[in-house]
Every structure is written in structure tokens, then in C-alpha cells.
């Protein structure tokens, strides 16, 4: 059974930093595409960033990018999410996943993940 646990969520101020983790269950992470989505209030769930199995291969949607930045460490079973510049529009609760095919790339689409954390909550405020 495989299991991801979220940490590092909470309240920070506008400008602030945070620096989530995912801790991962089972011999394979190194040959999972990692990614980090996120869901605000009323909104529906959107994908943030996105890592492939070694960490070559990274993605960012624009409205993190250049703030945000996505990192995995294999030996730890570990994928973070550094986040610089936070702004109140990141408030939303943030949600690591793990793709078990197509590793070698990133995965941008949220069918494509198998594996879900029970996610952390994020709030920004101004």
C-alpha cells in the first residue's frame, strides 16, 4: 500500500516562505513522476509543479513560476515544494501525487496520477 504524507503546510504573510514536503511509502518512488497540485476555496483542483523520476525534468505553471520550485530527493523517498514570495491567491490546500507509469517525464494531467496525500493547507495572508 502505498502511502504520501504532506507536511510543512500553515499561515504565513504575504511575501513569506514555505517549504512543503511529501514523504513516500514503497521501494519504487524513484521510478514515480512526482507532481504538486493544489485547490483553492471554490475552485477546482489544479496542477502546480511537476518532477520526473530523477529530478532531471521539472515543470512550473506560470503563476508559480519563478517562485515555486520542485525538488525530490530518492534516497529520503521525498518530493519538496519551495515556496518564495507567497502570495494570498496560494491559500489553498496543496496535495502531492505520484505517477506510476511514464516516470521518465513530467505529468501534468491529474488522471495521470495514481497516488494522492491526504494534502496540507496552505494560507497566505495579506
Known amino acids: 500500500q502505498v502511502q504520501l504524507v504532506e507536511s510543512g503546510g500553515g499561515l504565513v504573510q504575504a511575501g513569506g516562505s514555505l517549504r512543503l514536503s511529501c514523504a513516500a511509502s514503497g521501494r519504487t518512488f524513484s521510478s514515480w513522476a512526482m507532481g504538486w497540485f493544489r485547490q483553492a476555496p471554490g475552485k477546482e483542483r489544479e496542477f502546480v509543479a511537476g518532477i520526473s523520476w530523477r529530478g532531471g525534468t521539472t515543470y512550473t505553471v506560470d503563476s508559480v513560476k519563478g517562485r515555486f520550485t520542485i525538488s525530490r530527493d530518492n534516497a529520503k523517498n521525498t518530493v519538496y515544494l519551495q515556496m518564495n514570495s507567497l502570495k494570498p491567491e496560494d491559500t489553498a490546500v496543496y496535495y502531492c501525487?505520484?505517477?506510476?507509469?511514464?516516470?521518465?517525464?513530467?505529468?501534468?494531467?491529474?488522471?495521470?496520477?495514481?497516488?494522492w496525500g491526504q494534502g496540507t493547507q496552505v494560507t497566505v495572508s495579506s
Open positions: 501525487a505520484a505517477a506510476r507509469t511514464g516516470g521518465w517525464a513530467v505529468r501534468l494531467v491529474e488522471n495521470e496520477y495514481d497516488y
